[in-house]
């Protein structure tokens, strides 16, 4: 498969709109889940499925066929992710420090802003565990984010994984154990409600 | 085996990375240590939590995607078909510079060129060049793109390039030649080079 993708990149590259759908067909729904549990909602998801498929097509002539075709695109994707997930960072934290300032919210209890299509849309998941293990998969600050996600949803290797984020061996380890002892406590002792 | 090393020891075995003696000192560690033993289970069912995440369904955005791209790369492909055949087209743009320099050497003239050391001597009426009847012309005259007319005499050697002339042996001391084609003129400018026309 390996070799098969490599080859398509190659026909894609010399212009082969063909080879390059067969791409799109291959990797689509794995970018999307990707894209989905780092971010949250469908939307976002959505961009960040063209956007990357884009990115792809345009930088075609860096490709370095030594590489797996799954690790750059699944870098591509990650890096994308990440920058919207710190995009989003900013800007609750740009509100947050207005929401300070303002007289108007007297309530004390407006922190931070809601915008409908940025945040996570909890309402697609189907049961109250899953909902919350999602919540816990959330709260995890971006770098740890997405290496659990490749690791437990995409089973990549950690070798995999520290191409794909482009970080040493050592530290996908350090930050997988620290990720999962993070959810352990979260999550760790839930029973499933059915 | 002490209870941090032991946690080390589970998430090294979680990541599938424990050898055999680890794996060995971890469970008889587990046998004698409850704490650990419970941390473990709780690991491994946090891993069993979040691969239930995996998602089955997404929305197909195959069309959407392949309409998004930039409009087909014609002029790409004919650049990277350049970069690819270096030596090829070094190769003809060589022969195109070489022939147009030819061109331009060739086509400069549409004009009138009179050549000769005693140019006062000269009469030029239109595109006609006359040696009148009482004038010698010491030297070569070389006459482009016109009609030369010898009265007088030229003691040298007459050229006439793309024209024509009227003149004899009686008029002309040393050689009369008549160049009337690209590669006569070739020969000419090359023999030129080595004195001899």
């Not at chain 1, 909602?41 to 370095?64: C, M, P, S």
């Not at chain 1, 300032?101 to 004390?108: I, L, W």
């Not at chain 2, 006609?128 to 010491?138: F, G």
């Not at chain 2, 003129?185 to 001899?196: E, R």
């Amino acid at each position: 498969m390996e070799l098969y993708e490599k080859k398509l990149a190659q026909l894609a590259k010399n212009g082969d709109r063909h080879a390059f759908r067969q791409l799109v067909d291959l990797y689509q729904q794995k970018i999307y889940h990707l894209a989905y549990r780092m971010l949250g909602n469908i939307q976002e998801a959505e961009d960040v499925v063209q956007d990357t498929f884009l990115r792809v097509y345009t930088n075609l002539g860096k490709y370095d066929p030594a590489q797996k075709f799954s690790t750059w695109i699944y870098r591509i994707g990650t890096n994308l992710c990440i920058d919207l997930l710190r995009k989003r960072k900013r800007k609750q934290k740009i509100s947050l420090d207005a929401n300070l300032y303002d007289s108007e919210s007297t309530d004390g209890y407006a922190v931070l802003p809601s915008d409908e299509n940025e945040q996570p849309d909890h309402r697609l998941v189907l049961s109250e565990t899953k909902r919350q293990v999602q919540e816990a998969v959330d709260s995890l600050p971006e770098q740890y984010k997405s290496i659990v996600i490749l690791r437990y949803l995409h089973d990549m290797s950690l070798q995999e994984i520290s191409e794909v984020l482009d970080m040493p061996v050592t530290t996908i380890k350090t930050r997988l154990h620290r990720g999962r002892e993070y959810l352990r406590g979260k999550i760790g002792s839930l029973q499933d409600s059915g | 085996m002490n209870c941090q090393e032991a946690v080390s020891s589970i998430h090294e075995y979680l990541d599938g990375q424990l050898d055999r003696a680890g794996q060995e000192a971890l469970e008889r560690h587990l046998t004698v240590c409850e704490s650990c033993r419970g941390r473990l289970r709780s690991l491994e069912m946090t891993e069993a939590w979040v691969r239930m995440l995996k998602d089955q369904d997404a929305p197909d955005m195959t069309d959407r995607i392949m309409s998004s791209l930039p409009a087909a790369r014609k002029r790409q492909k004919f650049a990277r078909w350049l970069k690819r055949h270096p030596a090829l087209v070094a190769g003809v743009l060589f022969i195109v510079v070489m022939f147009s320099s030819f061109a331009t050497m060739w086509n400069t003239n549409e004009v009138l060129t009179v050549r000769t050391n005693e140019m006062d001597k000269i009469i030029v009426e239109g595109n006609r060049v006359i040696v009148p009847a009482d004038q010698t012309i010491h030297g070569d005259l070389i006459v482009e793109n016109g009609e030369i007319i010898v009265e007088g005499l030229v003691t040298g050697n007459l050229v006439v390039i793309d024209g024509k002339y009227t003149a004899s042996s009686a008029n002309v001391a040393g050689r009369i030649t008549l160049v009337n084609r690209i590669f006569d003129w070739l020969w000419y400018k090359i023999a030129g080079l080595f004195g001899t026309v």
